[in-house]
């Protein structure tokens, strides 16, 4: 076979293959409350990692220290003397005294924890995770140098009876 049938044969066989890979992989909208308001996350200016409910389940994020694996950037220390606290980019606080402000803040449905100690933080229940990296000013209500772990729960629903069992 000439060279030029083989690449044509190639080149055809590559367009087939990426044809059937573009239409597998749709996008779906992710909305997150980066910015207090809900927005696309193609639209949000900052650094985020979010993670549906179904991403949790099905990467088997049930802790906080699970988080560590997911998110680039983001450690998880726990040790008998603080009891564990996130990092963002090399920045925190293991700040033991009860009126410090950790470098990155934890909040459920936007407001802050106030505790710097996550050690025994489950994630159960839970609609979305939004992990902001960088410096986050005032926007929940505390400064945050490293950034914010968002937990924002899942709401009742009141019209039908449902369970889940593992």
């Known amino acids: 076979m ?4 083989k690449l044509i044969l190639g080149f055809a066989g590559l367009s087939v ?11 779906e909208e992710v909305i997150v409350t980066a910015q207090r308001t809900e927005q696309s996350l193609q639209d949000v200016p900052i650094s985020v990692s979010a993670f549906s409910e179904e991403i949790l389940s099905d ?3 049930e802790y906080a220290s699970d ?8 450690s998880y220390s726990a040790d008998g003397f603080n009891s564990g606290g ?19 803040e934890v909040h459920v449905n936007g407001l802050p924890l106030g505790a710097t100690a996550t050690n025994e933080l ?13 410096p986050q000013g005032t926007l929940f209500g ?15 629903d009141l019209d039908e009876f449902y369970g889940r069992v593992r």
């Open 17 to 27: 293959f990426t044809s059937a890979i573009y239409a597998q992989a749709t996008v």
């Open 122 to 134: 489950g994630f159960l229940d839970m609609e979305r995770i939004e992990v902001l990296r960088g």
């Open 59 to 61: 990467r088997q994020i």
């Open 142 to 156: 505390r400064n945050s140098t490293g950034g914010v772990i968002n937990l924002i729960t899942a709401k009742p």
């Open 86 to 104: 996130f990092s963002i980019r090399g920045i925190a606080n293991f700040a033991v005294s009860s009126s410090s402000d950790a470098g990155v």
């Open 67 to 74: 988080l560590q694996l997911q998110v680039p950037g983001v």
């Open 2 to 5: 000439s060279k030029l049938f």
